[in-house]
């Protein structure tokens, strides 16, 4: 799955010379929590957070007057407070290359470019989304986690035995195991009772983590 297919097209964005009173509200409005920021040609020059604008903003026990306030305010623009050191990335590239890159460098979101042009943007709310559906955390069915050994041909015994017991997979999952040598492996079925299924896993895992009938 590629970024292209799960980003925000033509996402709500910002000028740089925008006071960040108007910035912030752009986002409430849109229930946005970062925007890219383009120039007056239309050129991405950064991006900026709900955070970076109310570390921005004065401290709600100030002295100043309401007036003073809108004054303060309305002299500092996004460019002052937002990231101009922008990472990107492109249509075609890899999800788990996109929450790398997040992950890594602390960030929420990524606008995405191309040919130099921006055309949407990718966060973290949209890998959230992704990791719900690699689970099925939206689909009935019993949910088992087991550690089994990291060898070739287990996926495929794993598969091979719930399609003898006429289970539905739902969802298909590996994880760090707790060394080197073995994985953790989360599977959810439908169509099969869960004394059923761990008998049948029982003999390929080196130990059954949990077990659980699991509600959408």
């Known amino acids: ?21 108007k910035a912030l509200k752009t986002m409430q409005d849109n229930k946005v929590r970062r925007l890219p920021v383009l120039n007056k040609k239309g050129a991405l020059v950064g991006i900026v957070s709900e955070r ?35 990472i990107t990335v492109t249509e075609d590239t ?24 921006l055309v949407g943007i990718i966060t973290e709310t949209d890998l959230f ?25 287990m996926l495929a015994k794993v598969t091979s035995e ?14 760090l195991g707790e060394e080197p040598t ?3 492996l989360t599977i959810k079925v439908q169509d099969v009772k869960e004394e059923d299924l761990v008998k049948a896993m029982e003999p390929l895992a080196m130990k059954i983590v949990d077990v659980r009938y699991a509600l959408p």
């Open 52 to 86: 970076d604008l109310l570390f921005a903003s004065p401290s709600p026990a100030t002295s100043l007057s309401i007036y003073e306030l809108h004054y303060l305010l309305s002299r500092i623009t996004v460019a002052a407070v937002m990231t101009a050191e922008v």
């Open 1 to 21: 799955m590629l970024v292209g297919e799960r980003m925000t097209k033509d996402p709500i964005v910002i000028r740089d010379d925008t006071p960040i009173d």
């Open 129 to 153: 989304k992704i990791f719900l559906e690699l689970l099925g955390a939206r689909e009935a069915g019993v949910r088992l986690t087991m550690l089994v050994p990291d060898e070739k041909g």
């Open 162 to 175: 719930i399609t003898e017991l006429g289970g539905n997979i739902v969802s298909l999952g590996t994880f």
């Open 94 to 117: 890899p999800l788990e290359e996109a929450a790398r890159i997040m992950a890594d460098n602390r960030i929420g979101g990524l606008p995405v470019e191309r040919k130099g042009d």
């Open 182 to 184: 073995n994985v953790l």
